[in-house]
């Protein structure tokens, strides 16, 4: 949580004195919103781990060296060349291996060695903050932030819904069909954390600025060296799955399941973790991004960190392979490398492309990362226009289409979405957290609360 300039501190003293007795809940701010940890507070006997939002962003820029990004001193061929049939295989070009474990060092610095429940993810590390979260993650009130670990609910009916096209589904798990919903929590660490931090004030209000003849938010874009990291646990029970035994559990206050349905009611259960999601700036690549991904494989690892087996790395979208251009015409990918050796249920993204275990598989990382834009105009949010389709639409991954050429298309910042259709959004730098923290600040100043969370 924030602590408040002592100027906002006795404000809102005086708000509460003349109010507080008429309305105690009324007239919550937009920062009381934006720095909150949890939709829910933990009930007053709770004594298990409590989440904390680590938002003491650093005040100026961190910068990288060879001992804090290593990853950065190892040359993955990220080029194309269409005389190969296809970029070199993970099993021939050891350093995409080095690469993702490198950046999977970096992680696991300080970390417990089973990431036990207690611990969680520690975001300080020997005194120091090294990691940082997104703030507006506990306003919505279905998927918010819950008190445990600060874990949020993918599910995806909802946008869905939002979007009034058929869903494709974000995160799902083969037989899906019976429900096991997503949560999941990510990270910034400090070199990322300065460009969050350049964008929010203590109000919790985005800070919109025009540099270089770009608007976008302060700060924008991350710098080399930011490394992102998503924890991604299953409500999938492990006996179901036979390589998630020895997957660590963790407490949710996730919601309840009542028949095939889960309830805006929510109560502590177990979830395991399944996919760990890292994304790097390095400005060699094309996108100046690097994602990858590991799963969760029991092979009697000695620590939980040895069970996380590599699944791929993504540094483009192939625009030269289908669905972005005919199959006829279509190449082998060039800009995702996977590994193919793992031995357990795997699935990647659309045609050689990589997504993780629990991603949609008609997608791919930087497909729909690509996507993550924001309305410029800040408070007129117009449902569908706000952001390019990035969960979904008719024959994504399918068939050759305009909506897929604009999908699959390698950019950067500052470009638009490919196509043309999204002109003066403001581009995030791949970040869907800050997407979606932007639009609950949305939300927030047209309602100035959230809506109620309501079962279907
Ligand atoms: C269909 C869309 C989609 C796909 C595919 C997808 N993600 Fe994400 N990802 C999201 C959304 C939405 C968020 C923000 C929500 C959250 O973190 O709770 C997110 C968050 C993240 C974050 C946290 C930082 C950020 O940008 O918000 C990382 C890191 C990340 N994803 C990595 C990956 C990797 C690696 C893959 C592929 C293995 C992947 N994602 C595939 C939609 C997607």
């Known amino acids: 949580m924030k602590n408040l300039p002592t100027m ?15 309305q105690p809940k009324a007239h919550q701010s937009s920062g009381d919103w934006a720095w909150k940890d949890a939709v829910q507070a ?35 061929p990220m080029g194309v060349n269409f005389d190969q049939p296809e970029s070199p295989s993970w099993e021939q070009e050891q ?13 696991k610095r300080g970390q417990s060695a089973d990431l036990n429940n207690n611990d969680g993810f520690q975001t300080n590390i020997d005194g120091e903050d090294r990691w940082f979260h997104i703030p507006w993650m506990a306003f919505d009130q279905r998927t918010g932030r819950e008190f445990v670990h600060g874990l949020t609910n993918e ?3 909802s946008l869905g819904d939002f979007f009034g096209k058929p869903w494709q589904g974000l995160h799902s798990l083969p037989d899906s069909s019976a429900g096991y919903e997503t949560w999941a929590v990510g990270m910034y660490n400090d070199i990322g954390a ?78 395991h973790l399944v996919q760990v999601d890292v994304a790097v700036v390095d400005k060699r690549s094309p996108t100046r991004w690097v ?6 494989i029991n092979r009697n690892g ?14 483009g979208m192939d625009p030269w392979t289908f669905p972005a251009v005919p199959q006829a015409a ?53 449902i569908g226009s706000y952001s390019p389709p990035i969960f979904g639409f008719d024959g994504l991954c399918t068939q050759f289409s305009q909506d897929n050429v604009n999908y699959f298309q390698t950019t950067q910042f500052p470009q638009d979405y490919s196509g043309g259709n999204y002109p003066n959004l403001m581009n995030l730098d791949t970040s869907l957290q800050m997407q979606i923290a932007l639009q609950q600040w949305n939300l927030f100043e047209q309602a100035g609360q959230p809506a109620q969370c309501e079962d279907k």
């Not at 994602?291 to 969760?296: E, H, M, Q, S, V």
């Open 8 to 22: 906002g501190l006795s404000l809102a003293l005086v708000l509460v004195t003349s109010h507080a007795l008429a």
């Open 42 to 76: 933990p009930p007053k006997n709770w004594n298990g781990p409590t989440f904390t939002l680590s938002d003491q962003y650093p005040k100026t820029q961190p910068s990288c060296n060879a001992t804090n990004c290593p990853w950065l001193n190892i040359a993955i």
């Open 95 to 107: 350093r995409y291996q080095q690469y993702i474990m490198a950046i999977l060092d970096y992680v």
């Open 155 to 157: 599910r995806t009916a």
């Open 194 to 271: 300065y460009t969050i931090g350049q964008g929010w004030d203590p109000a919790g209000l985005p800070v919109i600025s025009q540099q270089n003849g770009i608007t976008t938010t302060k700060g924008m874009p991350f710098a080399e060296g930011t490394v992102v990291v998503k924890f991604l646990f299953s409500t999938v029970p492990p006996s179901q799955v036979a390589y998630l035994q020895g997957s660590p559990k963790w407490q949710a206050n996730r919601h309840r399941q009542q028949d095939k349905q889960y309830l805006c009611q929510r109560q502590v259960q177990d979830v």
């Open 291 to 296: 994602y990858g991904t590991f799963a969760y």
């Open 302 to 315: 000695a620590t939980v960190w040895d069970n996380l087996q590599p699944v791929g790395l993504q540094w």
């Open 330 to 382: 279509s190449l082998p990918v060039q800009q995702s490398v996977l590994n193919t050796q793992i031995r357990a249920f795997e699935h990647f993204g659309c045609n050689g492309r990589l997504a993780g275990p629990v991603d949609n598989k008609q997608s791919s990382c930087l497909s729909c990362h690509g996507g993550a834009y924001a309305n410029q105009a800040g408070a007129t949010f117009e």
